[in-house]
């Protein structure tokens, strides 16, 4: 009877040294392999054919954005809260809140700082930066352990210090240990959702800040067309009007009695209470002087001038409000609600397209039918009518102008409000809403699927089960799928995968080792522990955060070896950062 063949594969010893990321290459392969069988059953099909896979993709797709920001807001929300971290009392039965100080000053610098950071990239490098001062501190207190240990191996059974040391001991590896490695994983868990938020956080920033300036452009463009609107419209008004008196003119009996009388800032103020008292000054100040020179001419002649003077100086007046009242909504529209500078710019504008310029508009057409009895009373009817004909035409040309700005400050008004809309728009609704770039494709529906496949072998590799039981999981459909298609996959290429994926491979050169190389091999063996613990997303943050620190270092914060001015340390520096940018290097380079 043959003997069982055994690999080293098999060894449970040699799967977590030889072969540390066995479990991940072999989910890796599966994924390959998925990736082949859902292209072969989905190149030759056309996208309008697959209306419920789009809308499973649409789903998926929706479903998959919300949970993002979810786990990414529940861990924004748990460190920027020091409160949160109480939790541990119950958990580790603290008698004290004091042995909380270390997780509460990570929490502290947290709130203070993350906060500020608008930029998403500038958030995940500050997350990526206090993962790699956790790891130090957690490291630390490993050695701390170590050598408490050693030190209770070495003294007798009854020291005196025995007690004390075996307390510290147990405190370290019960309760200290087991809290900072909890906050680690979360601060693991936080730096990797990053990945899953950052592109569509960075669009979200970079349109507000584009809008801003576009707002503001819009604003001001439109504004330019309003204006002069505004002043056609007031011009229009007038023409009219001017038409309708040229072709019947006013009497001047209905008008003498109002302009003989001097002073009618009483009749201003009960007509108009709402006007602010400075304007109803102004006006029957121009009306006092008027009624005053009135009584002191004789010649009409001399009277039609001097009110068509008035008239225009009124007129003036009216431009002025008509102005203010244009600077004024495009300040409101563009200030803050709730100023008191706001307040009072709204409670002026108000006021003015109220019953101020109505004040100034009643005086000053009672003014120009004034002037009008003296202009036209006297005229031939053929020389007004000829006179009423270019009034007309006149009129006609400035409403073409109006309709024309009109369109174009429709259209412009239409800009705006698309992109105010994006100004009013919170970050959450943003991010939580899937807007596709482009229409879905086939290849949107295959990556779709394998997305989720993917997913689904992360989560069976997240379960509290031992690593040989998924390993054995995994070997097994691979080997199934061999067996189904032996000609996919020739014999060398099952031989590598299964004896040789997630292997590390050492040389040995020699029998001695430099006592660094030593130190330097003791340390990489417990980062690749940690690592072991990370997913791609956090690899990726944390080279990143890594990049940033080593290509612009702070003085303040950066490794020593950034601040290196000799020139083998710049070449170790520029070779390892060469490494972080590709993919596939960059667990070896951190």
């Known amino acids: 009877m043959a003997e069982p063949m055994y690999f080293q594969w098999q060894n449970k010893f040699l799967l977590k040294t030889i072969y540390p990321r066995r479990n991940r290459k072999l989910a890796d392969f599966l994924v390959y392999c998925q990736e082949i069988d859902v292209w072969e059953q989905y190149k030759d099909k056309d996208i309008n054919d697959l209306g419920a896979d789009v809308d499973a993709y649409m ?193 001047r009996e209905a008008f003498e009695g109002y302009f003989a009388t001097e002073d009618v800032q009483d009749d201003l103020c009960r007509d108009f209470p709402e006007a602010d008292p400075s304007l109803i000054n102004g006006i029957s100040g121009v009306h006092k002087r008027l009624a005053g020179e009135l009584r002191t001419l004789h010649s009409d002649d001399v009277k039609r001038v001097r009110l068509k003077n008035y008239v225009d100086e009124l007129r003036g007046q009216q431009s002025t409000l008509v102005s203010e009242v244009n600077r004024l909504e495009s300040q409101v529209r563009g200030a803050s609600g709730g100023s008191p500078q706001t307040g009072e710019k709204q409670a002026r504008l108000n006021m003015l397209k109220g019953a101020g310029l109505r004040a100034v508009e009643t005086e000053l057409d009672k003014l120009s039918d004034y002037h009008a009895a003296y202009e036209y009373a006297n005229k031939p009817q053929a020389e007004r009518s000829k006179l009423s004909e270019q009034k007309e035409k006149e009129l006609q040309k400035k409403r073409a102008s109006i309709s024309q700005l009109e369109e174009q400050a429709s259209a412009v008004e239409k800009d705006l409000q698309t992109t105010e809309s994006i100004l009013t728009m919170s970050e959450v609704d943003y991010l939580v809403r899937f807007v596709p770039e482009k229409p879905i494709s086939v ?92 997913d791609d997303d956090t690899v990726e943050a944390v080279s990143e955060e890594r990049l940033d620190a080593y290509e612009s270092p702070n003085p303040a914060t950066a490794p020593r070896l950034a601040l290196a001015t000799d020139q083998k340390s710049k070449e170790k520096v520029t070779t390892y950062l060469s490494r972080l940018k590709l993919p596939y290097r960059r667990r070896d380079a951190l």
């Open 443 to 534: 290849s949107d529906i295959v990556r779709g699927k394998i997305e989720a496949y993917k997913a689904a072998l992360e989560e069976r590799m997240d379960e509290k089960r031992s690593d040989d039981e998924i390993q054995q999981e995994f070997l097994e459909e691979i080997v199934q799928r061999f067996i189904q298609k032996p000609r996919e996959y020739p014999l060398w290429l099952q031989y590598m995968v299964i004896h040789f994926s997630g292997m590390r491979y050492a040389t040995a050169h020699g029998s001695w080792a430099d006592p660094k190389e030593l130190l330097s091999n003791l340390r990489t063996s417990e980062l690749e522990k940690v690592f072991k613990t990370w």
């Open 59 to 251: 789903a998926n797709r929706e479903n998959a954005v919300i949970t993002a920001y979810k786990s990414y807001k529940t861990e924004y929300s748990y460190f920027t809260n020091e409160e949160m971290c109480k939790w541990y009392l119950g958990k580790y039965k603290l008698t004290d809140e004091a042995e909380l100080a270390p997780i509460k000053e990570l929490h502290r610098a947290f709130l203070q700082n993350l906060p500020k950071r608008q930029d998403v990239r500038r958030e995940k490098n500050f997350v990526a930066y206090y993962l790699t001062v956790w790891q130090e501190k957690v490291r630390k207190l490993k050695e701390e352990e170590k050598r408490l240990e050693r030190r209770l191996e070495i003294i007798l059974p009854d020291h005196r210090d025995r007690p004390a040391l075996t307390q510290q001991l147990q405190k370290l590896r019960e309760v200290t240990l087991p809290m900072l490695n909890e906050e680690l994983k979360r601060l693991v868990k936080f730096l990797s959702t990053y990945n899953k938020i950052e592109k569509r956080k960075l669009e979200f920033y970079k349109a507000t800040e584009s809008a801003k300036g576009e707002v503001q452009g819009l604003r001001v463009k439109l504004d330019g067309l309003r204006t002069p609107v505004q002043r056609l419209e007031a011009e229009c008004r007038e023409l009219s009007t001017a038409v309708a008196r040229i072709k019947t003119p006013p009497k």
